[in-house]
């Protein structure tokens, strides 16, 4: 079993910054494929961004590049997600999501275990 807690979510402006953090346990974290997903009320959830755990490699929804940043700290078994220039259509809960057997997921349906989520609010 993988259990996974997010922190960090809150309150911010339009232009303003965020740092989401999800602390990993249960498996060797250094070998989890990870993601952050977001789901805004009443809509899907979606791929935010994913990092892979053997090369570190990243990848980003077309919505987010440039402006989110995602990276994990191995040691403290700990990723992050790095958001700039929050827009009032990022509002939604983030949950990081993790893979054991599977790649990085961009589909929810392939994700193997989940957070709880945390709710990131931006106004205008």
């Known amino acids: 079993q993988v259990q996974l807690a997010e922190s960090g979510g809150g309150l911010a402006q339009a232009g303003g910054s965020l740092r989401l953090s999800c602390v990993v346990s249960?498996?060797?974290?250094?070998?989890?494929?990870l993601a952050w997903f977001r789901q805004a009320p009443g809509k899907d959830r979606h791929y935010v961004a994913t990092?892979?755990?053997?090369?570190?490699?990243?990848n980003y929804a077309d919505s987010v590049k440039g402006r989110f940043t995602i990276s994990r700290d191995n040691a403290k078994e700990t990723m992050y997600l790095y958001m700039n220039n929050l827009k009032p259509e990022d509002s939604a809960a983030y949950y990081c999501?993790?893979?054991?057997?599977?790649?990085?997921?961009?589909?929810?349906?392939?994700?193997?275990?989940w957070g709880g989520g945390t709710l990131v609010t931006v106004s205008s």
């Open positions: 999501a993790a893979n054991v057997l599977r790649g990085p997921s961009t589909n929810p349906l392939d994700v193997e275990y």
């Open positions: 990092i892979s755990g053997s090369s570190g490699i990243t």
């Open positions: 249960g498996r060797t974290f250094s070998l989890l494929n």
